[in-house]
C-alpha cells in the first residue's frame, strides 16, 4: 500500500468574498427599512464587521433574526458559509419581513476560529462590541420558507430562511 495524501485548495479571492457580501449587506438593508427594528448606522457598521470577519475567516455561520416585543424570535435567515461550492448565485429576496411593534433585529455570528476572532477584538479592528449570545439559533420550531445560495468563484453562503407564520 501507498501513502495516499489529500490537498484541499480553494479557488476564490477576496472579490469572490465581498461580492457575496453585497447580496448579505442587501439582505441586511433590506431587512432594516421593512422591520425598522435596527436602526442604519448599526446595520452599517455590523455589516463591516462581519465582513471583517469573512475576510479573515473566522466565521462559519451568520444568524439575522427578527424578534418580537417578548423576545420571541419570529423570522430568522441562516447564512452556512462554504468554501469550494459549484453554485450559480441568486439576487437577494424575500425579505418582506413584518414591522412589529417593538420588535428588534439581532445579528449572530457563529466563530470558527477563537484565535483569529480574539486577534480582531484585541486589535480593535471592530467597528463594534461582540458579546456572546443566549440567543437560540436553533429553528426547529420555525418552518423553513426558503433557500438562497449567494456564491462567487467557489465561495458561497447558504441562506436558509425560517418563520413562525
Not at 16 to 41: P, S, Y
Amino acid at each position: 500500500m501507498y501513502p495516499t495524501s489529500f490537498s484541499r485548495t480553494t479557488t476564490y479571492t477576496k472579490t469572490d468574498v465581498q461580492h457575496v457580501l453585497e447580496c448579505f449587506q442587501a439582505d441586511v438593508l433590506m431587512l432594516v427599512m421593512r422591520t425598522q427594528a435596527l436602526d442604519i448606522h448599526t446595520s452599517t457598521l455590523t455589516c463591516i464587521d462581519v465582513s471583517l470577519m469573512a475576510y479573515e475567516r473566522c466565521i462559519s455561520k451568520v444568524h439575522i433574526q427578527l424578534l418580537d416585543r417578548y423576545g420571541r424570535c419570529v423570522r430568522a435567515h441562516e447564512y452556512n458559509i462554504h468554501e469550494n461550492v459549484n453554485w450559480n448565485s441568486q439576487r437577494p429576496s424575500d425579505n418582506r419581513w413584518p414591522c412589529l411593534p417593538d420588535g428588534r433585529l439581532a445579528i449572530i455570528v457563529e466563530i470558527s476560529n477563537w484565535d483569529v476572532f480574539d486577534q480582531l477584538t484585541l486589535s480593535g479592528q471592530f467597528e463594534l462590541g461582540w458579546e456572546d449570545s443566549i440567543l437560540d439559533t436553533n429553528y426547529s420550531n420555525m418552518r423553513n420558507t426558503g433557500e438562497r445560495k449567494y456564491a462567487s468563484s467557489s465561495y458561497g453562503w447558504q441562506r436558509n430562511s425560517y418563520s413562525i407564520f
